[in-house]
């Protein structure tokens, strides 16, 4: 089975920082691309951070541009999201995301066809 | 940054109604455009890629259409299982965006 894991997630103070973890199983991972997307409580999604299937290409979304820092071990099957200086608007149940349908070497070009069940992040003192 | 916005952002119909959901991009995409549902409480589920490909599994009641700047996803008769947010979201290029999302209930 297909499957994505979150874990790392927890209730942190303003200023600190969090890694998140990704477990994928059930598939060639370093296949693919791999996102993170977050939902802050009650609004809509956004997209947070990609890297490519070699870690050759890395992006990240400008609220989290310089704070935020993307990694994956292909040897672990795992994604990271390293965050640090964490601020309340980054409270947030951060998925994890498989990206699709493209053989391109750039982290973009690929939709998200298998998702975690995300980990929740609350910045908070 | 382009920019992906979606209308309405809330609608209600009734069972078996015809319901169309619209993303419009600030500039062209071409068809690199997905849709997804999120059923309250569940995590995202993807519906269609390259604005028209339904994805397997998908109940064929969903459709997607459009190219350049504007899109649209349709569910011909509208299901009380598909309450749902649907949300647009473009993957041409960096950033990668999502819609508002819609936010679809039963009359």
């Known amino acids: 089975e297909v499957q994505l894991v979150e874990s790392g997630g927890g209730l942190v103070q303003p200023g600190r920082s969090l890694r998140l973890s990704c477990a994928a199983s059930?598939?060639?991972?370093?296949?693919?691309?791999m996102y993170w997307v977050r939902q802050p409580p009650g609004k809509g999604l956004e997209w947070v951070s990609g890297i490519s299937w070699n870690s050759g290409t890395k992006g990240y979304a400008d609220s989290v541009k310089g704070r935020f820092t993307i990694s994956r071990d292909n040897v672990k099957k795992s994604l990271y999201l390293q965050m640090n200086s964490l601020r309340a608007e980054d409270t947030a149940l951060y998925y994890c995301?498989?990206?699709?349908?493209?053989?391109?070497?750039?982290?973009?070009?690929?939709?998200?066809?298998?998702w975690g069940k995300g980990t929740t992040v609350t910045v908070s003192s | 940054d382009i920019q992906m916005t979606q209308s309405p952002s809330s609608l209600s119909a009734s069972v078996g109604d015809r319901v169309t959901i619209t993303c419009r991009a600030s500039?062209?995409?071409?068809?690199?455009l997905a849709w997804y549902q999120q059923k309250p409480g569940k995590v995202p589920k993807l519906l269609i890629y390259?604005?028209?490909t339904l994805q397997s599994g998908v109940p064929s009641r969903f459709s997607g259409s459009g190219s350049g700047t504007d899109f649209t996803l349709t569910i011909s008769s509208l299901q009380p299982e598909d309450v749902a947010t649907y949300y647009c979201q473009r993957y041409n290029s960096a950033p990668l965006t999502f819609g508002g999302g819609t936010k679809v209930e039963i009359k």
């Open positions: 500039q062209g995409i071409t068809n690199y």
């Open positions: 059930g598939f060639t991972f370093d296949d693919y691309a």
């Open positions: 995301a498989r990206g699709s349908g493209g053989s391109s070497t750039y982290y973009y070009y690929y939709y998200m066809d298998v």
């Open positions: 390259a604005a028209s």
